[in-house]
């Protein structure tokens, strides 16, 4: 199984390559984490680094650059988790919100569900919301995890949510 950071390294080659080619759709993800946003395609086309396809894909993912990517995704971060587990699209569904991992943690206890982590926050979700992430509520890696992303039992099934979370985000993507 490739590392989810490989791949992402991966993708941000071909991010890489598309701009550099002058690819419109490309140039414009690439545009939103340049330095010099308003540069011209034909300048950006020429002055578009690979790091500017890396934090475009982290920054898509919902992370603050590729260095926290990085940490979170290695599990090395377990104080900003970033926005990767809260994507849009799972805006409308009904949540439980803590600013208290304590608190969250008797939450769960109580109600059951899937903890997870939004930057700072901790937030218990249902098997539909994990659904709408394109994740399968029942794989065994949750067990694994005991339903816990902040303090997984087991942080190698974390690292195995993680990377199909992000599979399921850039396949969304396109």
Not at 51 to 75: I, K, M, N, P, Y
Request: aromatic letters at 8%.
């Amino acid at each position: 199984m490739v590392d989810i950071i490989d791949r992402l390294k991966t993708e941000a080659r071909v991010l890489h390559r598309k701009a550099s080619d002058g690819d419109p759709a490309a140039l414009a993800r690439i545009r939103k984490v340049h330095e010099n946003p308003k540069l011209e395609d034909m300048a950006l086309k020429s002055a578009v680094k690979r790091r500017h396809g890396l934090s475009a894909l982290a920054r898509e993912l919902g992370f603050d650059g590729w260095t926290h990517a990085a940490q979170v995704l290695r599990g090395k971060n377990n104080t900003d988790f970033g926005k990767l587990l809260y994507p849009g699209r799972c805006a409308v569904h009904s949540n439980i919100w803590s600013a208290s991992y304590r608190e969250a943690q008797e939450i769960h206890r109580d109600v059951g569900g899937y903890l997870l982590a939004y930057k700072h926050h901790f937030l218990i979700v249902d098997a539909d919301y994990i659904r709408t992430m394109g994740l399968d509520p029942v794989d065994k890696d949750w067990r694994a995890i005991e339903y816990d992303w902040v303090r997984p039992k087991s942080p190698e099934a974390r690292s195995r949510l993680y990377r199909k979370v992000v599979l399921a985000r850039l396949e969304a993507a396109g």
